[in-house]
């Protein structure tokens, strides 16, 4: 059974240092309607995104060594639906920080790595967590990776969707003092199916809507 779901309001104080502090939140969605009966059983397909300073970061494939980390409104990502919120706890960190830390990650996180049982989005979320706050995700919302040959047969046909077959554009980033500026580039999608079930399962990256790419930091 899944835990106790959390707002995701950020609370200021009153010192400088405070002016930067933020939740570190988990959104959680649901990949078929099957969930709602499985999830009490601990068991369920997710798909899910970190939210911190007002944006979801999540992890999706394509077929590229590139990144395949992106960005979208908070508990909005395209092709899901949104089933919780849980906090994971709170940073102190300005966006220009977190900015040059979510870059970093996504030179580790490539779209052709994604993988079903060992790289997909839950784990991509676990690990940020992991990093911003030594919290790792509720192990319910991934259970189902460790079992993976079960996952085709439960998927329904509208989830075999295809993985991006062009080199996807990406959000470029200007800050100052702080804030941030959104370019307008968005995911391309494809409407050929993908065989490798494992990269198609769960990635938004096939899905009409808005999604921002990260652009990684070279090393």
């Given at each position: 059974?899944?835990?106790?779901?959390?707002?995701?309001?950020?609370?200021?104080?009153?010192?400088?240092?405070?002016?930067?502090?933020?939740?570190?939140?988990?959104?959680?969605?649901?990949?078929?309607?099957?969930?709602?009966?499985?999830?009490?059983?601990?068991?369920?397909?997710?798909?899910?995104?970190?939210?911190?300073?007002?944006?979801?970061?999540?992890?999706?494939?394509?077929?590229?060594?590139?990144?395949?980390?992106?960005?979208?409104?908070?508990?909005?990502?395209?092709?899901?639906v949104y089933r919780c919120s849980i906090s994971l706890g709170r940073i102190t960190m300005r966006p220009s920080e977190f900015r040059t830390f979510i870059e970093n990650?996504?030179?580790?996180?490539?779209?052709?790595?994604?993988?079903?049982?060992?790289?997909?989005?839950?784990?991509?979320?676990?690990?940020?967590?992991?990093?911003?706050?030594?919290?790792?995700?509720?192990?319910?919302?991934?259970?189902?990776?460790?079992?993976?040959?079960?996952?085709?047969?439960?998927?329904?046909?509208?989830?075999?969707?295809?993985?991006?077959?062009?080199?996807?554009?990406?959000?470029?980033?200007?800050?100052?003092?702080?804030?941030?500026?959104?370019?307008?580039?968005?995911?391309?999608?494809?409407?050929?199916?993908?065989?490798?079930?494992?990269?198609?399962?769960?990635?938004?990256?096939?899905?009409?809507?808005?999604?921002?790419?990260?652009?990684?930091?070279?090393?």
């Open positions: 059974m899944e835990p106790e779901t959390t707002s995701n309001s950020v609370s200021e104080g009153n010192g400088k240092d405070k002016n930067f502090e933020t939740q570190v939140v988990l959104n959680v969605y649901d990949l078929t309607p099957l969930n709602n009966y499985t999830v009490w059983f601990g068991f369920g397909i997710f798909h899910s995104g970190i939210e911190v300073h007002g944006k979801e970061y999540g992890f999706g494939a394509h077929d590229f060594p590139a990144s395949g980390v992106f960005e979208v409104e908070p508990r909005s990502c395209p092709g899901f990650a996504a030179s580790e996180y490539h779209g052709d790595t994604y993988h079903l049982i060992s790289k997909n989005c839950n784990h991509f979320t676990d690990d940020i967590s992991w990093r911003l706050t030594g919290k790792h995700v509720p192990g319910w919302v991934n259970r189902l990776a460790r079992v993976g040959s079960l996952c085709s047969c439960l998927l329904p046909e509208s989830l075999q969707v295809s993985t991006v077959k062009q080199l996807p554009e990406y959000h470029d980033c200007s800050e100052e003092d702080g804030t941030e500026s959104l370019s307008t580039a968005t995911a391309r999608d494809s409407t050929e199916i993908d065989d490798d079930h494992e990269k198609s399962l769960l990635s938004p990256l096939a899905v009409s809507g808005d999604v921002a790419f990260v652009k990684e930091v070279h090393k």
